[in-house]
């Protein structure tokens, strides 16, 4: 890990091309070179596309290079790698692996083909009954026979073997056994997967990165061994100085269990970040070319303002270092290199480094969602909305930092170009309330920037017009500070600048519609101002229960936001109704489940799959106007006095279950 990641991969690939030298026509050699080369990145297909085109063309009838020419369009030319697998079987009826492939193909969405996927797995099966091979979407499958005779299959060889192939196949085991349960129904699954592990650290097992990832992933299961991450990392770590395993024990040591202090005060928070920095540096300094690992030192100096402007630059420096040294080796949403010259920013300096940040976080979301990243498989033309929030969130620090540098042409161009993307982005007059949520907070920043540029400018009228604009956009206050304080202090000082009264200001303040502005995390009459903004709004669930928002107004509300996609919020529900159960005949608490899906009628197809009885209601259209948005599954406790982010155990929804009763418990005293 001391190398530049373009180092380390190049010497992966000699060695596989030095074992191709001597197998040229070995399909697993072959499978990991191809591995290799695209590095997890669609924009490196092309070129592996034209070598494994002039391979087939000195080997035309070859199954394994029609297969393995296959292999490298798929994604990208889907159509034309299906005729040459169809062709390989036909020269070879008995050849697995493009059995394997066709089922792939017909799973994604674009070729989506149910009964043709399940032929071509279970012919696989057949042909390779050894194999630990499988799909690991197939735990969505709803045909739970094949899911059930895959699991059995796979179960029989992992445990029969104890190659590399074989330990790497075990959390695609552990999914598709869970896939067979509710996830209140786990007891004998978790008890299997424990063995497993505790088998894993039995010295028949090579301990490599194979070895680690799958002990690594053991982890995210629910009820998984304690510790157990840990101890690998630090067996492999011995092994191994120089591997990711060693940087990552090295930096958990260094900072010696301290973790951030969510109820902390300011000035501690600030001594944690001030103190993850500093014995972050050294290791950054030790280990270059790790971008990970530089963003932590990054971040974290950006968050202490007792940091001299020296060292901020410093930090910041080794970071830029690290992002050119491993360009793509921690990929964030958005990329990194914008998250750092956000904070950078937001910190008030220093400024020098954000146009560089900025650019290399273009670079970064062009390698990832440009044109070259777009799967075939699934029928999208991609994510373009995506790449334009991470070019508008990119574009709104650059035009800030030219501001505060003085450089006024290039902060105007930046604006620009930010308008020209907020407007693509603008959500049509359908959107739900977490599209309209996301789209306040980019418009509200854009227009405060706007008016700090416009404030520079020397046009204060202008710019008092830009920070007023923002102060309507803001949408509830989401968990995470935001700077809409430091957009009304803004504006409230340039109003007594141009000769405001505060008289004058109390009276725009006491009449604008600020509800939003202070709704949210933290804030108060969540309900209330429902009911406010939506008059005569009544929320029916699946259960046939009405609620009106200003009764629940009266109570302690447990709320769930959830949606039918979302693996881990289906995993949630089962124990979401035993809450429910539990306080049904509390009339001054209530538990409800909130859906966001577009399609209400995707609710109510998981609740019956899943067999579980929620009071669930469609909320695509109000929810975000109750709660912030934030990744699902996401629980928040309501009521009158606060709306507040519940955090249970992440690793054990029993624990959950006890800490969410306890927290509401003490919610509803109050």
């Known amino acids: ?185 786990q007891s004998e699954n978790r008890a299997r997967m424990r063995r497993d592990v505790k088998r894993l650290f039995s010295p028949e097992f090579t301990w490599n990165s194979a070895w680690l990832s799958t002990i690594r992933a053991s982890s995210s299961f629910d009820g998984a061994l304690a510790g157990v991450r840990r101890k690998a990392e630090e067996e492999l770590a011995v092994l191994y100085p120089d591997s990711g395993a060693a940087v990552s024990v090295e930096h958990a040591k260094a900072l010696g269990g301290s973790r951030y202090p969510a109820s902390g005060t300011p000035k501690e928070i600030e001594a944690y970040w001030r103190q993850t920095w500093r014995v972050t540096l050294p290791l950054v300094r030790k280990w270059p070319a790790v971008q990970w690992l530089a963003s932590v030192a990054a971040r974290a100096v950006t968050e202490d303002h007792s940091a001299t402007p020296e060292q901020v630059s410093e930090v910041i420096g080794l970071f830029q270092q690290a992002v050119r040294l491993d360009p793509d080796g921690y990929r964030t949403l958005p990329p990194m290199p914008i998250d750092v010259a956000e904070r950078l920013v937001k910190r008030g300096g220093p400024f020098d480094s954000v146009p560089e940040l900025v650019l290399a976080g273009f670079a970064a979301a062009d390698r990832e969602l440009g044109p070259d990243s777009v799967s075939d498989l699934t029928s999208a033309a991609g994510d373009s909305q995506l ?10 620090p650059l035009a800030e930092a030219y501001v505060c540098l003085g450089r006024l042409s290039s902060a105007k161009d930046a604006l620009l170009k930010a308008d020209a993307k907020l407007h693509a982005l603008r959500p049509p007059a359908n959107a739900s309330s977490e599209e309209r949520s996301q789209f306040g907070e980019l418009a509200a920043e854009f227009w405060f920037v706007r008016g700090l540029y416009a404030e520079k400018d020397g046009r204060k009228m202008d710019a008092l017009i830009d920070y007023r604009n923002a102060l309507a956009l803001f949408p509830p206050r989401r968990p995470s500070p935001d700077r809409r304080e430091e957009v009304m202090a803004a504006a409230e000082r340039l109003w007594k600048d141009l000769g405001g009264t505060t008289q004058g200001w109390s009276d725009w303040a006491t009449q604008s519609s600020l509800a939003s502005f202070y709704a949210g995390s933290g804030g108060t009459e969540a309900w209330s101002k429902l009911a406010e903004s939506s008059p005569g709004l009544i929320l029916t669930d699946t259960l046939g229960n009405r609620w009106n928002p200003q009764d629940l107004a009266k109570k302690t509300a447990f709320v769930v936001l959830w949606a039918s996609w979302c693996g881990p919020c289906r995993a949630e529900l089962p124990y979401v109704e035993k809450l429910y159960q539990r306080f049904r005949t509390r009339s001054d608490i209530a538990v409800l489940a909130l859906n966001v ?61 006890e800490s969410a009763a306890a927290a509401i418990e003490k919610a509803a005293q109050k």
Request: glycine share 4%; charged share 25%.
């Open 1 to 185: 890990m001391h190398l530049p990641a373009a180092r380390r991969q190049e010497l992966r690939l000699e060695l596989l091309r030095k074992a191709l030298a001597a197998a040229p026509a070995d399909v697993l050699l072959h499978e990991a070179y191809q591995n290799v080369r695209l590095a997890g990145m669609e924009y490196n297909r092309a070129a592996l596309i034209a070598e494994y085109a002039q391979l087939l063309a000195k080997n035309p009838r070859d199954p394994v290079f029609l297969y393995l020419a296959a292999n490298a369009q798929t994604g990208r030319d889907t159509k034309e790698a299906i005729a040459k697998l169809n062709r390989a079987l036909e020269l070879a009826p008995d050849f697995g692996l493009p059995h394997l492939l066709l089922a792939r193909i017909y799973s994604a969405r674009a070729y989506e083909n149910t009964d043709r996927a399940a032929r071509h797995l279970e012919r696989f099966a057949a042909l390779c009954p050894g194999n630990v091979r499988t799909l690991p979407t197939l735990r969505w499958s709803k045909d739970k026979e094949l899911i059930e005779r895959e699991a059995v299959r796979l179960r029989k060889n992992v445990e029969a073997r104890t190659d590399s192939e074989a330990v790497a196949a075990y959390p695609t085991l552990w999914s598709l056994e869970a896939a067979l349960e509710r996830s209140d129904r």
């Open 387 to 396: 790449r334009d929030t991470w070019y508008l969130m990119g574009y709104m």
């Open 597 to 657: 899906d577009d399609d209400p009628n995707a609710m109510n197809t998981t609740l019956k799959e899943l067999g579980v009885s929620i009071p669930s209601i469609a909320a695509r259209d109000f929810a975000y106007s109750i709660v912030p948005a934030m990744a699902l599954p996401a629980n928040w406790i309501i009521t009158a006095g606060k709306t507040e982010m519940f955090q249970g155990d992440a690793n054990s929804l029993e624990v959950w279950l």
